[in-house]
């Protein structure tokens, strides 16, 4: 009796996991663990499904305007990625070819950013976040070197910049660097030549000018910026180096703006870091930096170890990572070429003009940015005489209700009161798409205007975090 119970139980388990269906399984007849470490192993297809049930509650990621980064990728990219789960970048010696793969990476990098020889250093990063961080400790180095070589003191390195990306805010903490950030005016919302070189002196470890600014998209003007101190090095004798963050405009402005001069043609620019995973187009996970020359990136910051097998030198802040995404960017170079990713692009481009237009004619919005002289965005505030019972934190709320992400913000502290919309138009963002966003915008904004939401406390939205700077990714 008791074995044939033992039976039973046996069986019914066995029936549960082979042929419930998946929802009327004991495993899913429960909540997911939140916090204690779970103690028994659970059905692979069953907490699968359980988690992929979750994450439907995450914004669609291709609805979503405020991020740079890529939402989609070509089948064949996702197949190769999968065949390159396992491989870690960093065992150079394990997986030659890979790491063969990163090189020709930074080879085809160098080209296209215009570097003079054949002498470009560079690595792969996770992003633009690990490659500004390189960059910017190259730049500290070789100021250190330089003030004590001529027996000054270097204790006080100063940053000059335009209203950054927090990867830069971040480095001058992390480093002690005074960050002399560009605070915008009323008409000026970056960096010009003029406001960088009042704030260089001979502790200035650089100036780096944002090639697609995260606020707006606008490019800041690096060649200017480079005669500037140009003129400054001729006039006082400092010699003031600059790196560029290229995070969005190093994979643009060469496909599509190539006469731009931004690169390593201005013998002034010692450093680029860009985004792969941006308009780059490979999947999330991937940034480049690229030195001019050696001599560029102190000996000092490359690393060599020997416990994978071969002595083989590393530049990056990560040890192990993945090298799906390097790969994936490899593909895209190759399947793409210049006149590929000039093509995609400029759709792009194409598509932020449209709704430049559109938005224009909807006759409540000052265009701040239209798509031209930048990245493919549009950034977009109320016209201060629109005398409107909502604002556009009310817009942006309601136009979630479809699934659009269309993030509303302030600008820096000192112009927190200029409140902005913006919209990336990336790959996969179709000129379609675009239309059905103006026909639902329309009709909220119909919807607001007849329905006005009750005010609460102003402060609501612009605080998130003090420094004004919780959406730009
Ligand atoms: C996105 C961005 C960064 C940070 O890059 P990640 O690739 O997200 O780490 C830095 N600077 C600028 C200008 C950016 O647009």
Redesign the pocket.
């Known amino acids: 009796m008791k074995n044939e119970n033992m039976n039973d139980k046996y069986f019914e388990q066995l029936r549960q996991e082979v042929l419930s269906d998946v929802y009327a399984s004991h495993e899913l007849s429960r909540t997911l663990p939140e916090s204690l470490f779970p103690l028994h192993e659970h059905s692979a297809r069953a907490t699968a499904q359980s988690i992929t049930d979750e994450l439907m509650l995450d914004g669609n990621a291709r609805q979503n305007l405020a991020t740079?980064?890529q939402t989609w990728v070509e089948p064949e990219m996702h197949a190769l990625m999968d065949t390159c789960l396992t491989k870690n970048l960093v065992d150079k010696d394990e997986y030659p070819q890979t790491a063969e793969i990163e090189q020709r990476c930074i080879n085809m990098l160098a080209d296209l950013w215009n570097a003079p020889n054949k002498e470009t250093i560079g690595t792969a990063?996770?992003?633009?976040?690990?490659?500004?961080m390189l960059g910017g400790m190259a730049l500290l180095r070789n100021w250190k070197a330089r003030q004590k070589a001529a027996g000054k003191p270097f204790d006080k390195p100063n940053l000059v910049t335009g209203p950054?990306?927090?990867?830069?805010v971040k480095f001058c903490r992390y480093w002690d660097i005074e960050h002399r950030e560009i605070p915008m005016e009323e008409g000026r919302l970056i960096m010009n030549a003029e406001e960088a070189v009042k704030r260089c002196d001979e502790n200035t470890i650089g100036v780096v000018p944002?090639?697609?600014?995260?606020y707006t998209g606008q490019y800041e003007p690096v060649k200017d910026v480079s005669d500037a101190l140009d003129a400054l090095q001729a006039s006082k004798g400092l010699d003031i180096p600059m790196h560029v963050?290229?995070?969005?405009g190093s994979f643009l402005a060469p496909f599509v703006e190539p006469d731009i001069l931004w690169d390593f043609r201005l013998p002034r620019v010692k450093s680029i870091?860009g985004?792969g995973?941006?308009f780059g187009l490979a999947a999330l996970g991937i940034?480049w930096v690229l030195w001019r020359t050696k001599e560029d990136l102190p000996e000092d910051l490359i690393f060599y170890v020997n416990y994978l097998g071969g002595n083989l030198p590393t530049i990056n802040i990560n040890y192990s990572r993945p090298g799906a995404q390097v790969v994936a960017q490899y593909y895209n170079f190759l399947r793409l070429g210049r006149e590929g990713y000039a093509r995609i692009h400029q759709a792009c481009y194409d598509t932020a003009i449209y709704l430049g237009e559109e938005l224009d004619k909807l006759g409540i919005f000052d265009v701040i940015y239209n798509g031209k002289g930048g990245i493919p965005a549009v950034c977009w505030t109320l016209k201060k005489d629109a005398k409107l019972g909502f604002d556009l934190f009310d817009l942006s709320q309601i136009l979630k209700v479809r699934g659009w992400q269309v993030p509303a913000y302030s600008m820096p502290p000192e112009q927190t009161s200029l409140v902005v919309m913006r919209a990336l138009i990336r790959h996969g963002v179709s000129r379609d798409l675009i239309s059905l966003l103006i026909r639902d915008m329309k009709r909220d904004i119909d919807e607001l205007s007849a329905n006005p939401p009750a005010k609460k406390s102003s402060k609501k939205h612009s605080s998130h975090n003090h420094s004004g700077r919780e959406l730009?990714?």
């Open positions: 740079f980064c990063t996770i992003g633009s976040s690990e490659a500004a950054v990306q927090i990867c830069w944002t090639f697609g600014v995260t963050d290229g995070a969005s870091n985004s995973h941006k940034g730009t990714k």
